[in-house]
């Protein structure tokens, strides 16, 4: 500092919360001047206080002081200069939340997701933000804690009434760190998002840590296990539905691949043990791992999210992906494929004719996966819905195979490759028919259970 005068004075501007503020207040800049900051005054201000916060304002209050200039030490401790401060007003500042939260929200109660908003803000302000994207309000069982109502209850009393509460205000670190740890006693997967440096150690305790990539400070971004590019709580939601499609697209994945598997193994040991040839060659085996193991099944892992994916409650964490229901469906596919395979394999071998019985069976069990991918793309719904054609690549991978078999059937330099000979119209229509059986009898199980219901 350079040469202080005697009259020198520094003004301190101070700004915080209103209730907290006001206790380190002793006047007040009135209406008429100051004045001492009575008891009706410091009500009339909270009062105030209260009013712009049950409107969604986020209310600072701004206090000041004048000290002699050589009395004050700007390296020194400032907050022992806070007392005695002259209270000059509110500051309501409105923060709307963005237009999709409140309907991100309402999505991630339909999906089984709680959402809780953890907050610094005064707890009226909270309730009435928390009113506004409809996390508490009419028919809904949610309750709003203060920081201070958390320091008052244990872990195990918080953990017991956590499920009511969707709003905790005015909490101090500490606080998230216990919010989370609540959370995780009941059973829950915590999601904890952050941008501050004090978010740190709920990030890190959270299952799944979120930092803001915009706002939030490196430490929360070392912290957290994801980082949101644009600070857009709707952009998590997002993220939870297209993590929920590729898990189902993995499951239709196995469930096709499997099926096949179980298909092709039961025809050839069934045909050996009743001591008919086998129905297919080994290159019309490699043959079909190409052409039904390759794109069909690639594409299955791109098909596009199912309509009310986000209808359902979360999996359990530690959920197989093979239950046991899931398999026993699996064994059916491939029983009937292997049936059906067999079937016209056998009937077929009547006529005297092996080529054509085998060509005939070749073709009928590469069409079997035709359907069968139906199957595996829809594990409880009809296979028939309006999502029916919305995965172009899988159509046009299935077409591929139609046209491959095709030539693999009829064109001469292949008839050489597969052992295959030229099947009629007949024959075709056969395999087509007995093909279908696989989807038609899932269907009529679907059908059946949807009427049980």
Same mark, same amino acid.
């Given at each position: 500092?350079g ?8 003004? $301190? ?6 209730d ?25 201000? &909270? ?28 390296g ?33 109660? !339909? ?19 928390a009113?506004? $994207?409809? $996390? ?13 109502? @958390? ?8 953990a ?16 998230k ?20 440096v ?5 990030l ?30 709707a ?45 297919f060659t ?11 193991d ?47 395979? @067999? ?14 019985? $085998? ?7 590469? @069409? ?36 491959? !078999? ?10 050489a ?7 009629? &119209? ?14 038609l ?13």
């Amino acid at each position: 500092m350079g040469q202080i005068s005697p009259g020198d004075r520094v003004l $301190l501007l101070v700004k915080g919360a209103p209730d907290v503020l006001l206790t380190h207040c002793s006047r007040w800049a009135g209406p008429d001047g100051e004045a001492v900051l009575d008891a009706a005054a410091r009500a009339a201000l &909270l009062a105030e206080n209260e009013r712009l916060a049950a409107r969604a304002f986020r209310v600072l209050a701004v206090a000041s002081r004048t000290l002699p200039a050589r009395d004050f030490d700007p390296g020194g401790d400032l907050f022992a200069w806070v007392a005695e401060l002259v209270f000059q007003g509110l500051a309501g500042i409105q923060d709307p939340p963005r237009p999709e939260a409140k309907a991100a929200i309402a999505l991630c109660r !339909q999906a089984g997701i709680q959402v809780k908003m953890i907050t610094g803000d005064h707890k009226i302000t909270a309730t009435a933000i928390a009113h506004e $994207l409809g $996390l508490i309000g009419e028919g809904l069982n949610s309750e709003v804690m203060s920081g201070t109502e @958390l320091d008052a209850v244990s872990a195990h009393e918080l953990a017991e009434t956590i499920e009511r509460v969707a709003v905790f205000a005015r909490v101090a670190p500490e606080h998230k760190v216990k919010i989370v740890a609540a959370l995780q006693a009941r059973g829950h997967v915590v999601a904890m998002t952050g941008d501050g440096v004090n978010d740190a150690p709920a990030l890190k305790t959270a299952d799944i840590g979120v930092a803001m990539g915009i706002t939030g400070t490196e430490v929360t971004r070392e912290a957290a296990a994801m980082v949101l590019a644009d600070d857009n709580f709707a952009t998590i939601v997002r993220a939870v539905r297209e993590g929920r499609t590729i898990f189902e697209n993995i499951i239709k994945f196995v469930r096709f691949q499997l099926s096949t598997k179980i298909g092709a193994i039961l025809p050839v040991s069934t045909a050996t043990f009743m001591g008919l040839p086998a129905p297919f060659t080994a290159i019309q085996i490699l043959w079909i791992n190409i052409i039904m193991d390759g794109p069909p099944a690639m594409t299955l892992g791109v098909d596009p999210p199912r309509t009310g994916v986000m209808d359902a409650s979360p999996r359990a964490p530690g959920g197989a992906i093979l239950s046991g229901p899931r398999i026993t469906r699996l064994v059916q596919y491939g029983l009937t494929m292997a049936v059906g395979t @067999l079937g016209v394999f056998w009937w077929a071998l009547q006529t005297g004719d092996e080529g054509r019985a $085998l060509t005939l069976a070749f073709t009928t069990f590469v @069409l079997f996966q035709f359907f069968n991918v139906m199957n595996a793309r829809n594990e409880h719904g009809s296979a028939f819905n309006r999502q029916l054609f919305a995965n172009g690549k899988l159509w046009l991978a299935l077409a591929a195979v139609l046209v491959l !078999q095709a030539v693999a059937v009829h064109w001469g330099p292949a008839q050489a490759i597969f052992h295959t000979v030229d099947l009629s &119209l007949s024959d075709w229509l056969l395999a087509w028919l007995t093909a279908a059986g696989v989807l038609l009898l899932e269907e009529t199980r679907k059908l059946a259970l949807r009427r049980r219901r």
